[in-house]
Protein backbone atom coordinates (compact mmCIF):
# COMPACT_ATOMS: atom_id res chain seq x y z
CA UNK A 1 0.00 0.00 0.00
CA UNK A 2 1.21 3.47 -0.75
CA UNK A 3 1.14 6.19 1.44
CA UNK A 4 0.36 9.61 0.74
CA UNK A 5 4.22 10.84 0.88
CA UNK A 6 5.00 8.12 -1.48
CA UNK A 7 2.30 9.47 -4.11
CA UNK A 8 3.49 13.41 -3.64
CA UNK A 9 6.20 12.84 -5.87
CA UNK A 10 4.51 11.10 -8.63
CA UNK A 11 1.79 14.08 -8.50
CA UNK A 12 4.01 16.64 -8.58
CA UNK A 13 5.41 14.79 -11.70
CA UNK A 14 2.24 14.37 -13.39
CA UNK A 15 1.34 18.06 -12.39
CA UNK A 16 4.32 19.55 -13.94
CA UNK A 17 3.75 17.63 -16.85
CA UNK A 18 0.24 18.40 -17.53
CA UNK A 19 1.39 22.03 -17.21
CA UNK A 20 3.71 21.74 -19.77
CA UNK A 21 2.05 19.80 -22.51
CA UNK A 22 -0.34 23.27 -21.79
CA UNK A 23 2.35 25.36 -22.60
CA UNK A 24 3.68 23.56 -25.10
CA UNK A 25 0.33 23.44 -26.86
CA UNK A 26 -0.33 26.98 -26.33
CA UNK A 27 3.20 27.76 -28.15
CA UNK A 28 1.91 24.99 -30.81
CA UNK A 29 -1.20 26.73 -31.44
CA UNK A 30 0.82 30.53 -32.02
CA UNK A 31 2.92 28.84 -34.31
CA UNK A 32 -0.17 27.50 -36.21
CA UNK A 33 -1.45 30.95 -36.47
CA UNK A 34 1.78 32.76 -37.70
CA UNK A 35 2.07 29.89 -40.22
CA UNK A 36 -1.56 30.28 -41.47
CA UNK A 37 -1.04 33.82 -41.72
CA UNK A 38 2.19 33.77 -43.44
CA UNK A 39 0.12 31.45 -45.92
CA UNK A 40 -2.38 33.49 -46.24
CA UNK A 41 -0.18 36.67 -46.83
CA UNK A 42 1.12 34.94 -50.00
CA UNK A 43 -1.91 33.74 -51.62
CA UNK A 44 -2.95 37.29 -51.38
CA UNK A 45 0.25 38.21 -53.41
CA UNK A 46 -0.67 35.35 -55.74
CA UNK A 47 -4.32 36.50 -56.45
CA UNK A 48 -2.46 40.05 -56.67
CA UNK A 49 -0.48 38.80 -59.19
CA UNK A 50 -2.96 37.00 -61.37
CA UNK A 51 -5.43 40.38 -60.99
CA UNK A 52 -3.09 42.46 -62.04
CA UNK A 53 -2.23 39.53 -64.86
CA UNK A 54 -6.08 39.52 -65.97
CA UNK A 55 -5.83 43.37 -65.75
CA UNK A 56 -2.87 43.56 -68.51
CA UNK A 57 -4.55 41.51 -70.82
CA UNK A 58 -8.07 43.43 -70.75
CA UNK A 59 -6.28 46.64 -71.76
CA UNK A 60 -3.89 44.67 -74.18
CA UNK A 61 -6.88 42.77 -75.74
CA UNK A 62 -9.16 45.85 -75.59
CA UNK A 63 -6.41 47.92 -77.46
CA UNK A 64 -5.67 45.64 -79.83
CA UNK A 65 -5.87 45.84 -83.88
CA UNK A 66 -8.90 44.36 -85.31
CA UNK A 67 -7.02 41.48 -86.45
CA UNK A 68 -7.88 37.83 -86.23
CA UNK A 69 -9.98 36.10 -83.81
CA UNK A 70 -8.46 35.38 -80.57
CA UNK A 71 -11.04 32.42 -79.65
CA UNK A 72 -12.46 31.05 -82.69
CA UNK A 73 -13.49 27.58 -81.17
CA UNK A 74 -13.80 28.81 -77.87
CA UNK A 75 -10.87 26.56 -76.36
CA UNK A 76 -9.42 29.68 -74.61
CA UNK A 77 -12.56 30.53 -73.31
CA UNK A 78 -12.99 26.67 -71.66
CA UNK A 79 -9.67 27.37 -69.91
CA UNK A 80 -10.85 30.53 -68.60
CA UNK A 81 -13.91 29.24 -67.51
CA UNK A 82 -12.04 26.46 -65.92
CA UNK A 83 -9.66 29.29 -63.81
CA UNK A 84 -12.63 31.11 -62.91
CA UNK A 85 -14.57 28.12 -61.55
CA UNK A 86 -11.36 26.93 -59.65
CA UNK A 87 -11.36 30.78 -58.16
CA UNK A 88 -14.81 30.59 -57.20
CA UNK A 89 -14.08 27.05 -55.34
CA UNK A 90 -11.20 27.94 -53.66
CA UNK A 91 -13.60 31.34 -52.46
CA UNK A 92 -15.89 28.87 -50.91
CA UNK A 93 -13.17 26.61 -49.15
CA UNK A 94 -11.20 29.97 -47.66
CA UNK A 95 -15.07 31.23 -46.59
CA UNK A 96 -15.68 27.42 -44.80
CA UNK A 97 -12.15 28.25 -43.20
CA UNK A 98 -13.19 31.59 -42.27
CA UNK A 99 -16.39 30.46 -40.59
CA UNK A 100 -14.09 27.50 -38.61
CA UNK A 101 -11.84 30.53 -37.73
CA UNK A 102 -14.57 32.89 -36.05
CA UNK A 103 -15.92 29.53 -34.23
CA UNK A 104 -12.88 28.15 -32.78
CA UNK A 105 -12.62 28.52 -29.06
CA UNK A 106 -8.89 28.67 -29.00
CA UNK A 107 -8.61 31.88 -31.40
CA UNK A 108 -9.34 34.82 -29.47
CA UNK A 109 -8.31 38.56 -29.25
CA UNK A 110 -5.68 39.89 -31.78
CA UNK A 111 -5.24 36.00 -33.41
CA UNK A 112 -8.66 35.85 -34.30
CA UNK A 113 -8.67 39.01 -35.77
CA UNK A 114 -5.74 38.77 -37.94
CA UNK A 115 -6.72 35.49 -39.06
CA UNK A 116 -10.58 36.77 -39.79
CA UNK A 117 -9.19 39.54 -41.34
CA UNK A 118 -6.62 37.71 -43.92
CA UNK A 119 -9.12 35.45 -44.86
CA UNK A 120 -11.39 38.13 -45.98
CA UNK A 121 -8.56 39.61 -47.77
CA UNK A 122 -8.16 36.02 -49.73
CA UNK A 123 -11.55 36.16 -50.48
CA UNK A 124 -11.88 39.84 -51.65
CA UNK A 125 -8.82 38.91 -53.43
CA UNK A 126 -9.64 35.61 -55.11
CA UNK A 127 -13.45 36.94 -56.22
CA UNK A 128 -11.93 39.87 -57.45
CA UNK A 129 -9.49 38.03 -59.81
CA UNK A 130 -12.81 35.62 -60.77
CA UNK A 131 -14.29 38.84 -62.03
CA UNK A 132 -11.63 39.67 -63.95
CA UNK A 133 -11.30 36.80 -65.27
CA UNK A 134 -15.19 37.11 -66.17
CA UNK A 135 -14.48 40.04 -67.88
CA UNK A 136 -11.57 38.52 -70.09
CA UNK A 137 -14.20 36.32 -71.35
CA UNK A 138 -16.39 38.81 -72.17
CA UNK A 139 -14.22 40.98 -74.17
CA UNK A 140 -12.84 37.99 -75.72
CA UNK A 141 -15.85 36.92 -77.21
CA UNK A 142 -17.21 40.65 -78.15
CA UNK A 143 -14.16 40.85 -79.84
CA UNK A 144 -14.44 37.54 -81.79
CA UNK A 145 -18.06 38.85 -82.36
CA UNK A 146 -16.99 42.28 -84.04
CA UNK A 147 -14.61 40.16 -86.55
CA UNK A 148 -16.80 37.35 -87.37
CA UNK A 149 -18.49 36.90 -90.69
CA UNK A 150 -21.47 35.72 -89.10
CA UNK A 151 -22.51 39.46 -87.68
CA UNK A 152 -25.63 41.03 -89.55
CA UNK A 153 -27.63 42.75 -89.85
CA UNK A 154 -29.10 39.82 -91.88
CA UNK A 155 -32.33 41.43 -94.22
CA UNK A 156 -34.38 38.00 -93.90
CA UNK A 157 -33.95 34.66 -91.81
CA UNK A 158 -32.87 33.24 -95.23
CA UNK A 159 -29.42 35.35 -95.24
CA UNK A 160 -28.91 34.24 -91.94
CA UNK A 161 -29.01 30.82 -92.57
CA UNK A 162 -27.16 30.70 -95.49
CA UNK A 163 -24.03 32.47 -93.84
CA UNK A 164 -24.55 30.09 -91.44
CA UNK A 165 -24.38 27.41 -93.76
CA UNK A 166 -20.98 28.59 -95.95
CA UNK A 167 -17.94 26.86 -95.12
CA UNK A 168 -15.11 29.26 -94.32
Known amino acids: MNTT ?10 SGQVQEAASSAILDLLRAVDETVDALARVQRSLAHATEMAHWLIGVIMDSDRGPEIDPEDEIDGLL ?18 R ?9 GDHEQVIVSEYEACIAGANHLAGAIEQIRTIIKEH ?19 ALNTDD
Request: aromatic share 6%.
Open 5 to 14: AQLSPGIRAF
Open 81 to 98: EQAANATRNMVEGMKIRL
Open 100 to 108: SARGDTYLQ
Open 144 to 162: DADLSPLTGPFKSAEALIA
